[in-house]
């Protein structure tokens, strides 16, 4: 059975210092990581996805992600966290076979001036 | 170009009324699906469906019926509103399976509903 745990409910980070978002998932077979980003009273946005390519993935607006496959973790980092980064963050796991597509509960972001 | 919508945004209801809510993508996609978000639990599947005339319940199922007459709309329906269903709804559609290809899921904006 799939799963994904996000270790935060909510991190606090000054603007300008690095952003980690914390991501563990099980999986029965290689699955597909995502990450999504979700601003207030907005819908989902892909920042970034794994699907068995490189280990290190490149996103947007800065955004990357690692898929240790030993940690079992896809950890979402920035270098430098801006104020319009403050949003909920979504890690989602999906495996073969369609439609198993398990979200996290979701990190809340803060950024401080 | 407008991607995955909702209609509506936002909607009060009385227990026991009914509604339908409806999605359209204008990419063509085969796939279509809702999702109900609600604090601390993600978004969680309600039903699915895998091309126009085709349907399939998620995770979450009970409470809600779905149809997909036209591959471009995919209405989501309560028959008898319960307080337990007030949540966000997130329609999303993808060109294809998401686990066996790169391909992407697209989010419309949500529609936020109350029932009292």
């Known amino acids: 059975a799939q799963s994904v745990t996000q270790l935060d409910s909510h991190v606090s980070v000054s603007e300008g210092t690095p952003v980690l978002l914390r991501c563990n998932y099980s999986?029965?077979?290689?699955?597909?990581l995502f990450w999504y980003v979700q601003h207030p009273n907005k819908g989902l946005q892909l920042l970034l996805k794994?699907?068995?390519?490189?280990?290190l993935v490149k996103g947007i607006n800065g955004f990357e992600a690692e898929f240790k496959k030993s940690e079992t973790s896809f950890h979402l980092t920035k270098p430098s966290a801006h104020m319009s980064d403050a949003a909920e963050y979504f890690c989602?796991?999906?495996?073969?076979?369609?439609?198993?597509?398990?979200f996290g509960a979701g990190t809340r972001l803060f950024v401080k001036a | 170009n407008a991607g995955v919508t909702q209609t509506p945004k936002f909607r009060v209801l009385k227990t026991g009324q009914s509604m339908t809510l409806l999605c359209a993508q204008d990419m063509n996609h085969e796939y279509m699906y809702w999702y109900r978000q609600d604090p601390g639990m993600g978004l969680r599947l309600i039903h699915y469906?895998?091309?126009?005339?085709?349907?399939a319940k998620g995770e979450v199922p009970d409470g809600y019926n779905v149809s997909r007459l036209k591959k471009q709309n995919f209405l989501l329906g309560l028959e008898s509103a319960a307080p337990s269903q007030t949540s966000v709804y997130f329609c999303?559609?993808?060109?294809?399976?998401?686990?066996?290809?790169?391909?992407?899921?697209?989010f419309g904006p949500g529609t936020r509903l109350t029932v009292l």
């Open positions: 794994y699907t068995s390519a490189a280990t």
């Open positions: 469906s895998v091309g126009e005339g085709t349907t």
């Open positions: 999303a559609s993808s060109q294809s399976y998401l686990a066996v290809s790169t391909d992407t899921q697209y």
């Open positions: 999986s029965s077979y290689s699955p597909s």
């Open positions: 989602v796991v999906s495996e073969a076979g369609g439609f198993k597509t398990i």
